[in-house]
């Protein structure tokens, strides 16, 4: 492909996206006055007794001079330090309860924070006139993939050759203030999007399906004359008795052992092998339910060897005809479905393919179909498949694996429940139409399709108004009409030259920003287009449909009702769940367990997939409080569950059977509820051995609260977990240890106490009442000398004291998420006033997706930071 052409026109798209263009935030309101006579008459001198003899001019604590301090908050320059101010008094942080010489009256307390308030409310909207925050960036790495997914109808992941991304203070992967471009990068982006319309666009007829049918009755007739070591009589008799994967006449007890032991009939010669390794030539009907089936107990598979037939495209296709015996209470069966290759006769690897374990709900005597789709192009291939003759040295193959996940209820003492298989069938390389609407959405029928010319200026218009979700001119076509008439001599088809113009109509700042337009009117908000693109990338991560666009098109979109209908059809969409996923992810911090080690002495049953549903957990919470209109105040506490069967047991839940999440009542007894006391959280914020209550604690201020501690001092001396005397102890022991030292103490004094009332919990969230054979001790004392009993005590603090300031922060996480931007001390009026809003309906987290969508901040145009510092 001409590279030259690529690397010249990305340079030149650089400078575009690099320089942007912002608007005016237009005419200012009246500027409101600072109120200084109150503040000379009341607050200075309350300050002055209780405060100037930490923050005055013998002793300034944390580099504070309330004495210098300028109390004009509009237009002076200490706002982030009156800021301070008044979170710790509001908290009762101030002064310190162990300092009875200062103690501040609450009338006196009162005081200060009214006026504080006051003038922090007008100093806020001050600047919010004055201009706002830029927002002008680029898609996130999972916006972008999220947008080509949807842009070319393709269920694939595009974002494995970009650098990783920087997170926000707030731990968000979309702010502005991170997401800059360089030209390699942008280079980057043009190779991924031809790659992806290369995928998306066929040639030529319809590939051929390749296909195996296999019946058990088939394995059995091979193993017998290959004189398989059968199973014994006594074990045959009886399944249940059987540990291992077999095959089995339920009728006659004859069977035998299945194993990577099997012999083959390969091109007449019989070699040592996996059963099954070359497709069918032709297919035939599928065969009645059979009483010769494969048995898989829990915990074992059924391994299948595909050789190297399968096609590089298209959809891999199973299905498994199966049943489960008997489930006791509390027991479940479920099929997972493993992807695999050996690339040499020692290396293999494999892959979980099904996007969730399957329940298998059929019984034995009645057995019924399980399918599992999967897109070929997304998986991990066996790079040296046609490199080698299958059978031979190295035996380069793929392979499937269909495991049993099932449990075994309560106590572990029920008979395991194991899935007997009559019949799987294989398709690979299936399309569902051909040529597929991925091809079909850019190379359409059209009269002109015998003219070139005519046809790609057709196709362009149709793409580019999708992909840069805006009316496309004439000029903006002939720009790339010139593209492609010069890139047509070096292409020798048609689509192979539509295919590179495209590419680089995808490495546009059109494509990749997230921009504003230019509007006829001078105004101080977005323009339907614009919001269109606000409302998708917060709620879908991606690009507006073809309905969000033609409402934004026509200019209905900014009509109150309208723009409810759109939120309401957006959340029930499944590309909401992309929301979900991606706001809990960065909310909470959960990719921190994908950086943990576990012990695996000490937690052996911890695996990739228990870790997938314990990540699974708060995305299901979230999204049941979310599409129910539930508080967001169930996640600091709520008398259910949402969870499954293998967290259940965790938990020590009776009662929830299969691998679907649902709701499930529980009462206080259970020491759970909300999003603190969920396995991820509390193992996330672990040594991955024990409890570890600094992290907890911080986790907690950061993520729920938005009070972030500060920073450690320098050179502050770790705990020794070489020392004997340390390793005897307790984390609370230990953090107490710790505090000895005077430079850590003023800090762990504001962090301990949170994360020492989790201690219940131990490295993988499990309840505990002892530690060391020592009585749990999860009591402490926050540092306006509040007590915490435990995780009781914890949660009935912050349901009692901190509910209003867990709402504010809840309402700036997701106004931070979804404007792409840190919030600034301008949007501070804007955000309280959402917050009274939300307060006032009842705290829904629907409803708070809606307050934000209809505000200031979600509909006003934002400006560039130099013309914001002006």
Known sequence: MPLHFRTKFASTLTVVALAGSFHPAGTAEPMPKANRDDYQKFVAPLLAKSCTACHGPKKSNAGLRIDQLDPNLLTGRDVDRWVEIYDVLSKREMPPADEPNYHLKDEDRARIIEWLGKEMQKASQARRNAGGHGSFRRMANYEYNHALQDL???????????????????????????????????????????????????????????TWQIPMQEAMDKASALKQKPIPPKNSANAKDIRYTHVVNKDTGEGFSYNWAYYVILDGESRQGIWNLKPDKTTSAIP???????????????????????????????????????????????????????????????????????????????????????????????????????????????????????????????????L??????????????????????????????????????????????????????????????QLFT?????????????????????????????????????S????????????????????????????????????????????????????????????????????????????????????????????AEPHAFFDHVLRNNRSIVDFLQSDYLVINEPLAQHYGIPGVTGQEFRKVPIDARVNRGGLLTTGAVLTMNSTGVDSNPLKRGVWLLERMLHDPPPPPPPNVPEVDLTDPRILKMTPKERMADHRNNAACRSCHAKIDPWGISLENFDAIGRFRTTINDKPVDATAVLYNNKALEGVTGLKSYLMADRQDQFTKAMVHKLSTYALGRPMSFADRSELDRIAAELKKRGNGLNDLVSIIIHSRLFSEKVVGEKEHEK
Request: net charge negative.
């Open 152 to 210: 070319l109808d393709l269920n694939l992941q595009f974002t494995e050759a970009l650098p990783p991304e920087n997170t926000s203070e707030d731990g968000f992967k979309n702010s502005s203030k991170y997401l800059q471009m360089s030209v390699t990068q942008l280079e980057t982006y043009r190779e991924i999007a031809i790659e992806a319309l290369q995928k998306a666009t066929v040639e030529g007829d319809r590939p051929q399906v390749v």
């Open 420 to 481: 007997e298989i009559d019949y799987v069938e294989v398709e690979a390389g299936l399309y569902e139409t051909w040529p597929p609407k991925s091809h079909t959405a850019i190379f359409f029928d059209s009269p002109n399709r015998k003219d070139e010319n005519a046809y790609v200026r057709e196709i362009l218009k149709r793409f580019m108004t999708r992909a840069w979700r805006r009316p496309i001119t004439d000029g903006d076509i002939a720009a790339y009409h």
């Open 288 to 418: 009645p339910v059979s009483n010769v089936v494969a048995v898989l107990p829990p915990s074992r598979q059924f391994h299948l060897d595909l050789g190297n037939s399968v096609p590089d495209e298209g959809i891999l296709r199973v299905r498994i005809r199966v049943g489960a015996s008997e489930c006791q209470p509390g027991q479940s069966a479920n099929l997972r479905l493993v992807f695999g290759f050996q690339s040499n006769n020692e290396g293999r690897g494999s892959v979980i393919v099904s996007e969730r374990d399957v329940e298998v709900t059929a019984s034995t005597k009645d057995p019924k179909f399980v399918t599992f789709d999967v897109p070929l192009a997304g998986l991990p291939r066996n790079p040296f498949r046609k490199m080698y003759e299958i059978g031979s040295f190295p035996n380069c193959t793929e392979y499937l694996e269909i495991h049993n996940i099932s449990s075994t209820g309560k106590g572990g003492k029920n008979p395991p429940v194991n």
């Open 524 to 615: 101080r908000t977005v323009s339907d287009l614009e919001l269109a693109n606000r409302l998708s990338f917060f709620l879908w991560s991606s690009i507006p449909d073809a309905q969000l666009l033609d409402l934004a098109f026509s200019g209905k979109l900014k009509s109150p009702k309208t723009m409810d209908s759109q939120i309401q059809r957006m959340l029930a969409d499944p590309k909401s769940k992309r929301f979900t996923r991606h706001f809990v992810q960065q909310w909470l911090g959960l990719e921190a367990l994908d950086n943990l080690v576990v012990d695996p002495l000490k937690f052996p049953f911890y695996n990739e997939a228990f870790q997938k549903n314990l990540i």
């Open 486 to 522: 010069k890139y047509r001599p070096s292409f020798s088809t048609f689509q192979e030259t539509v295919i590179e113009v495209l590419g680089t109509v995808l490495a546009s700042p059109e494509f990749l920003y997230l921009v504003q337009t230019e509007s006829l009117k001078p």
